[in-house]
């Protein structure tokens, strides 16, 4: 393992929270097997301003805690490279239609594996694009978001943007993938979560997918963990590990019934990374189902400056008698998670996803990256002025394939990328 950088630069590491903004073609075409909430809002109308200004909302909470917030962009849409690909004439399935529209680039957590430069070999922090082959729709996704992350992550003295893994093995990124560290800025141990094949749906995370990813990014074979999911999860709608578990620092919070092995997950973890803190939320006070359907994993569990933990929940963790109750009986204990803090992402959750299928968390010094993907206020007012103009306000099933919504979401894209100018991802 390769620490010969100074003290400065590993002091200068900190954790960033990069969100993805909303795109304007935000749609409930329920494309995603497995994923239960998409597919219960399949063919419900989408409202794109909404989701977006719902997702600025939250990065602005997350600016003024933390004092460092970053984004991704929204993807070209349509995509019509697909579109072309897939011979659309009319007389296509629905889905197939819907596919290139899809701004699932928003659940940034898939957009990439993370392992920052106190792990890696060359001591620099390396990227894989995840290539989301499971599902048609964000199987388009891997080369844009490539491209995206080799601006904001250009530094080639401390970053590397590798290609995705190929595409005979499922990755699915960071929504499987957690890292355990004493301080974000020390060396950690990494956990690879993985599924197995062959259930009622689709493994998305497969396990060769994940050590290649390792190997990629020169990880030491005792800095890294691999655990199989729990099928009966993956059955029940925990399409990614990040739907029953998450990790932050020395704290592992997860369900019961997260892993196929629960305690063998933790002896694994713990031979590695003794220090590791489990919070177990047991089944007979939040079932999977209900877990899943409020989303209280997949939820950001981030380290304020005073040391304290809090967890950024969805609001329907707070309508959910069973979840709320669970949380003040944490809140009131001594354990590592102080507060839980829910925040309105409904839209994003009508489509399956939650705070931290929002976000990408990169560890790195943020004079590293490229200023234009970091949050500040007064940025936040530019996105936020250009979603109001510029994003559609309602998006219904049978808009999609019109070409008066592709010119305005086309436009609506570019006048983003025009306010941060960024327009040489256009």
Not at 211 to 221: F, I
Not at 287 to 306: C, G, H, K, S, V
Request: glycine fraction near 8%; proline fraction near 6%; hydrophobic fraction near 40%.
């Amino acid at each position: 393992m390769a620490q010969n950088r100074t003290l400065s630069d590993t002091t200068a590491l900190t954790e960033i929270n990069f969100d993805g903004l909303v795109g304007p073609s935000h749609n409930y075409a329920g494309l995603s097997l497995g994923n239960i909430a998409s597919a219960s809002h399949k063919g419900d109308p989408s409202y794109p301003r909404a989701a977006a200004l719902q997702g600025v909302a939250k990065m602005r909470r997350n600016l003024t805690a933390l004092g460092v917030q970053g984004f991704l962009l929204p993807l070209p849409r349509p995509n019509g490279a697909l579109q072309d690909a897939l011979h659309l004439d009319g007389s296509e399935a629905a889905a197939l239609r819907a596919a290139p529209w899809s701004a699932s680039s928003m659940w940034t957590a898939n957009a990439a594996t993370v392992s920052p430069a106190p792990d890696t070999a060359d001591g620099k922090c390396h990227l894989t694009p995840a290539n989301l082959i499971t599902m048609l729709h964000r199987a388009q996704e891997w080369e844009d978001t490539k491209a995206q992350l080799e601006v904001a992550f250009g530094d080639k003295h401390h970053f590397t943007v590798h290609d995705a893994v190929p595409s005979t093995f499922g990755d699915e990124g960071a929504a499987n993938h957690g890292r355990f560290c004493e301080s974000h800025g020390g060396e950690g141990v990494e956990l690879f979560a993985y599924g197995s094949l062959g259930g009622k749906f689709p493994a998305r995370q497969h396990e060769q997918a994940s050590r290649l990813v390792a190997r990629g990014h020169g990880l030491a074979p005792d800095k890294c963990v691999f655990i199989e999911q729990n099928p009966a999860a993956i059955e029940a709608g925990a399409f990614h590990n990040d739907v029953v578990s998450v990790v932050n620092q020395r704290v592992l919070f997860t369900h019961q019934e997260a892993f196929a092995d629960q305690q063998g997950a933790y002896d694994a973890i713990r031979a590695k990374f003794p220090a590791l803190q489990v919070v177990e939320v047991p089944s007979s006070a939040v079932t999977m189902a209900e877990a899943i359907r409020t989303y209280l994993f997949n939820a950001q569990l981030i380290t304020l400056p005073d040391g304290t933990m809090n967890l950024i929940v969805p609001e329907e963790c707070r309508e959910s008698p069973s979840v709320w109750a669970y949380c003040e009986e944490m809140m009131a204990s001594n354990g590592p998670i102080r507060k839980v803090v829910p925040v309105d992402v409904r839209q994003s959750m009508a489509n399956g996803g939650g705070p931290a299928c929002l976000r990408l968390r990169v560890v790195c010094d943020p004079a590293t990256v490229d200023p234009r993907f970091l949050l500040d206020e007064a940025k936040a007012d530019r996105i936020e002025k250009v979603i109001v103009a510029a994003w559609p306000e309602q998006i219904d099933p049978s808009d999609i394939g019109s070409k008066v919504l592709a010119k305005d979401v086309i436009a609506a894209r570019f006048a983003l990328l025009e306010a941060l100018e960024l327009q040489s991802l256009a």
